[in-house]
T-cell receptor, first 116, second 114 residues
Framework: AQTVTQSQPEMSVQEAETVTLSCTYD???????LFWYKQPPSRQMILVIR??????QNATENRFSVNFQKAAKSFSLKISDSQLGDTAMYFC?????????????FGKGTKLSVKP | NAGVTQTPKFRVLKTGQSMTLLCAQD?????MYWYRQDPGMGLRLIHY???????AKGEVPDGYNVSRLKKQNFLLGLESAAPSQTSVYFC?????????????FGQGTRLTVV
């Protein structure tokens, strides 16, 4: 079974600085997909960025980028120019290639605080 | 443009009571999911459905039942609530499983069992 591990329960960063959140996963599949979701205090789950395992190029969405290391099974999220609105729980998630393996499996989350 | 709507948003139950959580999506998605979120545990899959009339067990199905009589609705039932079921419940839907298709989430239901 796939597992997702986020080893940093809490992190903090100063406004305008850069922070990296770690995520590792375990799978025997070759085709899969990885996601970072943000959960602000409102509880709404918001997709931040996604990565397809067969793509070598790291995904980027504005201030958010990932460092995807397939051999190491690592998928870290970098937030540049941190803003107060980035304060939230961040969840790394894995999705397999289909069927029952296609459900999202989440890590336990990292609570990020952006300080003014 | 409602997306995924969960009803109710908050609920307090006494041990042994029953209730049903309703999830409705207006995106014509085939796949729907129920997760529970507990502190320090992330989101864990309870049950899911790959289409109208189908349901399947997820990681933590015990104590819950589900039904998908209509494509747009996915109901989660607790027959005899227990304090261990105190949690925040999220419904989600997606066009399909697998792939990089995004799962859309409802706003969650905070359930407290006393």
């Amino acid at each position: 079974a796939q597992t997702v591990t986020q080893s940093q329960p809490e992190m903090s960063v100063q406004e305008a600085e850069t922070v990296t959140l770690s995520c590792t996963y375990d799978t025997s599949e070759n085709n899969y997909y990885l996601f970072w979701y943000k959960q602000p205090p409102s509880r709404q789950m918001i997709l931040v960025i996604r990565q397809e395992a067969y793509k070598q190029q790291n995904a980027t969405e504005n201030r958010f980028s990932v460092n995807f290391q397939k051999a190491a099974k690592s998928f870290s999220l970098k937030i540049s120019d941190s803003q107060l609105g980035d304060t939230a729980m961040y969840f790394c998630a894995f999705k397999g290639s289909g069927g029952s393996q296609g459900n999202l499996i989440f890590g336990k989350g990292t609570k990020l605080s952006v300080k003014p | 443009n409602a997306g995924v709507t969960q009803t109710p948003k908050f609920r307090v139950l006494k041990t042994g009571q029953s209730m049903t959580l309703l999830c409705a999506q207006d995106m014509n998605h085939e796949y729907m999911y129920w997760y529970r979120q507990d502190p320090g545990m992330g989101l864990r899959l309870i049950h899911y459905s790959v289409g109208e009339g189908t349901t399947a067990k997820g990681e933590v199905p015990d104590g819950y039942n589900v039904s998908r009589l209509k494509k747009q609705n996915f109901l989660l039932g607790l027959e005899s609530a227990a304090p261990s079921q105190t949690s925040v419940y999220f419904c989600a839907s997606s066009w399909r499983t697998g792939g990089n298709t995004e799962a859309f989430f409802g706003q969650g239901t905070r359930l407290t069992v006393v």
